[in-house]
């Protein structure tokens, strides 16, 4: 008998090993020889080149009520097998084992290095949670899909198992992750614009380069109650610094942000504040700095009652090339920050 | 409008007695050179260094890039209304060294530009690897203001480029090509226009359409030979990846294919060009105007290219769903900044009739370049330009930088190879 | 919080609730062209918005002209 020329773990849930329903979801992760449920005829795909040497079986709302726990305690076993493969499911649209297999392949992925595998509908809840780290097949909406899913999982486990290239999402057959990754093509950008530009205009089918993205939707925070007694905070991504950038944020692609103190500063001065930001025209902020981080007409405000009290401490970065990833980053610390500090509410300028 | 590019073939640059060519190669008289950049006297002192391609050489902070060319026959002088006379250009002939390009470095202004390897992983990101470059190297005098400092500096490159390219005025060309844009009778082929945005927003971020900065105008016809005969002069200094050198001006990339494709499947009837200026109305008025007048010289489609990248994305938008509710079809040529993992959304703004895009490139990929034997200029700059950050001086002359600081490594205008694919 | 900046779309786009347009890019509650106490002024005034916005209640993304 030739050989196998690769090893696979299948993670599943206490349904789909055989071993109960929702009376055994809370059963936590165990680890058995062989195959299981749909891991049979995964098994058979899989022929005579790979083996499932062992399923990882875990009770759906165990995982779901601790992921963290619960992926660590699937990853312990499953490195005691040293698989080529991990894969999961496939899940099709049910959100708790959708997000177990996730977790699973992601922490297996992460903390052994072993490529993972698992699949689910397109609408599954978990798909958004994990489709950047690991690769996530398209499935039908429920067991009906069964008999495509498998073929689908096994070709892709080969190929991991094979340590085949695995292409572009449209060609490989799994979810895009959504990272955007540079190479060089056979044409120069004119040539594919004026391509794309008469195809636009013929009427005949073209690829966008790049879909628009879609951006997130954040319901607005109620009005504050009564402006007289409000603590306001300033916040700008323009870059406003003490004089030498002492934390050194960068002129574009912003790792960071900083604090300052302004208590007692009645007015942002050119002798003790700057702007470090690179994307726009300095010479009018470094002139006057409050024409960016508005501190004087912020005092003024305060001094005569408009609102109660000017937080004494403002936060900046700066908004040139700063990926949205730091930008939500930074967002959240600052808020947290300001939560924790009682502040009512924000100013945040921008460039 | 007929122009002529009579091409010269640069092979090699070296230092010479006189300022001459001979035999493909540029000898040029340094001393002269440098004597003719500080008669401006804002300027206090000027160097010039020579590299090749292959040459482990790493040129850095560059300002602008700059093809040597000069007039021979034809009105108008390179560079009109800025070094040389206000007349139109485009038409008569024009010798150009090519293969050859003058770059301009010196100290820091504000938040200063990028590099340029001549060899090495980093060289496949830039054009100006594979030219033969003279680097002329300036410094300001004492408390020079930073408007006059970026002007001394502009003028001084282009001066120098028309210096280099006088040296071969009398020399046979090598290529001869033709641009005219020759009626065409096939009422079949799609009448497309090219509606080019120039960057217009404040220092270090200007350009000069014949001398005017475009902060002050409105959008206007513009012939595409005009264009490729130097009418557009840059003045930006921020994200070498993205800012269009004059260079690259002078070798837009667009009109070249277009121009190509001209009478077989393409009818090019016109340039519009536009500016990205500061304010919301600003925005609103110049891609109402620059729509308006793609519709009125009755294009069917129009390709769209920005220069910059965040609130320009806003006008690249505005031009597209504008045009695109005239019923043109659009194409837009922008990179992004996805960020350095590449999950980030690239672009700032977004319209739904943006439906066909070319991307370019993601700006924020981080590349690890091995030092370079010879430094032209100042290594030091690499952490504060736009790309690079804290650390990105490796040991022993190393750069860890985003491709954002390598010049011209996401040009909009489509001039390079490299895209960004969805994973 | 309300976000104070001149390029209206894209803060629309990013997903602002509380839009207050400014003036300029390089100089958002500023006017260099100004004399200084009508610059001040007009930041004032702008700032003065910014503070009323906050006491709004909006279902969706709302920009502060007047």
Redesign the interface.
């Not at chain 3, 919080?1 to 803060?11: F, K, L």
């Not at chain 3, 786009?13 to 509380?18: E, F």
């Given at each position: 008998m030739a050989e196998k020329k690769y090893r696979v773990v299948h993670y599943l849930n206490q349904f789909y090993a055989g071993i109960g329903g929702e009376d055994k979801a809370n059963m936590p992760p165990l680890i058995k020889e062989g195959v299981a449920g749909p891991g049979i005829p995964l098994q058979q795909a899989l022929g005579e080149e790979g083996e499932i040497v062992a399923t990882v079986i875990c009770g759906d709302s165990y995982f779901a009520e601790n992921i963290e726990t619960a992926a660590e305690k699937v990853v312990e076993p499953v490195s005691s097998y040293k698989p080529d493969v991990f894969v999961a499911g496939p899940a099709f649209n049910a959100g708790r084992y959708g997000v177990a297999c996730g977790a699973s392949c992601s922490a297996v992925s992460k903390k052994l290095g072993i490529p993972a595998v698992t699949a689910m509908y397109k609408e599954n809840p978990a798909l958004d949670l994990y489709r950047k780290e690991i690769y996530i097949i398209p499935t039908a909406d429920s067991v009906r899909g069964m008999k495509e899913a498998i073929p689908d999982m096994a070709g892709f486990i080969r190929k991991l198992g094979l340590g085949q290239e695995i292409g572009l999402p449209q060609e490989a057959g799994y979810f895009p992750h959504g990272i955007r990754v540079n190479q060089f093509v056979e044409r120069t950008g004119a040539e594919r614009a004026v391509a794309m530009l008469l195809s636009k205009l013929k009427g005949e089918p073209f690829q966008t380069e790049y879909p628009m993205p879609t951006f997130e939707r954040i319901p607005p925070s109620p009005a504050i109650g009564d402006l007289r007694s409000s603590t306001i905070a300033m916040v700008t991504s323009g870059g406003i610094v003490p004089l030498g950038n002492p934390d050194r944020i960068e002129a574009a692609s912003a790792s960071k942000f900083a604090e300052y103190n302004i208590a007692g500063v009645d007015d942002l001065t050119s002798d003790a504040y700057q702007t470090c930001h690179g994307g726009y025209d300095p010479v009018y902020a470094n002139d006057d700095p409050d024409r960016v981080l508005p501190l004087d007409a912020m005092r003024a405000l305060e001094k005569d009652g408009t609102f109660g009290k000017l937080y004494d401490l403002y936060y900046v970065t700066v908004g040139n090339a700063t990926s949205i990833a730091n930008s939500q980053k930074f967002g959240k610390e600052i808020a947290e920050k300001l939560k924790a500090a009682r502040v009512d509410a924000v100013i945040l300028t921008s460039t | 409008m007929h122009l002529e590019l009579g091409i010269i073939k640069i092979k090699d640059v070296q230092f010479g007695k006189e300022t001459v060519i001979e035999n493909g190669i540029l000898y040029v008289n340094k001393n002269e050179l440098i004597a003719l950049a500080l008669q401006d006297d804002r300027l206090s002192e000027a160097d010039v260094e020579l590299a090749r391609p292959g040459e482990s050489v790493r040129i850095i902070p560059v300002k602008d890039v700059i093809e040597p060319r000069v007039k021979v026959n034809g009105a108008g002088e390179p560079f009109p209304g800025v070094i040389g006379k206000t007349q139109t250009a485009g038409a008569g002939r024009t010798n150009v060294l090519r293969g050859a390009a003058l770059v301009t470095l010196g100290r820091i202004i504000g938040f200063q530009e990028g590099f340029i390897d001549m060899t090495g992983p980093g060289a496949q990101y830039t054009p100006f690897s594979q030219t033969n470059n003279v680097a002329l190297i300036l410094h300001p005098v004492a408390g020079l203001a930073p408007h006059a400092h970026e002007e001394a500096v502009r003028l001084a490159g282009l001066k120098a480029a028309v210096y280099l390219g006088k040296a071969c005025r009398d020399v046979a060309p090598d290529e001869l090509e033709v641009y005219e844009l020759t009626p065409v009778t096939d009422a079949t082929l799609p009448r497309v226009a090219y509606v080019h945005t120039l960057l217009s927003e404040g220092l270090l971020h200007d350009t000069y359409l014949y001398g005017i900065d475009a902060k002050k105008i409105l959008p206007t016809l513009i012939h595409p030979n005009e264009v490729m005969d130097g009418a557009i002069v840059s003045g930006n200094c921020v994200s070498a990846c993205d800012k269009h050198t004059t260079y690259h001006h002078l070798n837009n990339p667009v009109i070249k294919e277009f121009y190509r494709r001209h009478g077989k499947d393409l009818n090019f009837i016109g340039v519009i060009v536009t500016n990205l200026n500061v304010t919301l109305a600003d925005k609103e008025r110049s891609s109402d105007y620059a729509s308006k007048l793609v519709k009125l010289i009755g294009a069917e489609g129009a390709i769209i290219t920005e220069e910059g990248f965040g609130n320009p994305d806003t006008d690249l938008m505005m031009l597209c769903k504008k045009m695109e509710d005239y019923g043109i079809k659009t194409v837009m040529i922008t990179d992004e900044y996805a960020g350095r993992d590449g999950g980030s959304q690239s672009l700032a703004d977004a319209v739904p009739q943006a439906d066909a895009v070319i991307s370019v490139g993601n700006a924020n990929e981080v590349i690890n370049l091995p030092p370079m034997k010879r430094i032209i200029g100042d290594l030091k700059p690499a952490e504060v330009i736009a790309g690079g950050f804290v650390g990105s001086l490796t040991a022993g002359g190393g750069l860890n930088v985003e491709i954002q600081a390598i010049m011209g490594s996401t040009c909009q205008l489509g001039f390079g190879k490299l895209t960004a694919r969805e994973y | 919080?309300?976000?104070?900046?001149?390029?209206?779309?894209?803060?629309l786009?990013?997903?602002?609730?509380?839009i207050v347009?400014?003036?300029?890019?390089?100089?958002?509650?500023?006017n260099?062209e100004l004399p200084e106490q009508e610059e001040?002024e007009l930041?004032?005034n702008?700032?003065?918005k910014?503070?009323r916005a906050?006491?709004?209640?909006?279902?969706?993304?709302?920009v502060f002209e007047e």
């Open positions: - | - | 919080m309300v976000h104070v900046a001149s390029i209206v779309p894209i803060s786009t990013v997903g602002a609730n509380r347009p400014a003036v300029a890019i390089p100089h958002p509650l500023g260099p001040r930041r004032l702008l700032v003065k910014a503070l906050l006491q709004v209640e909006v279902e969706k993304q709302t």
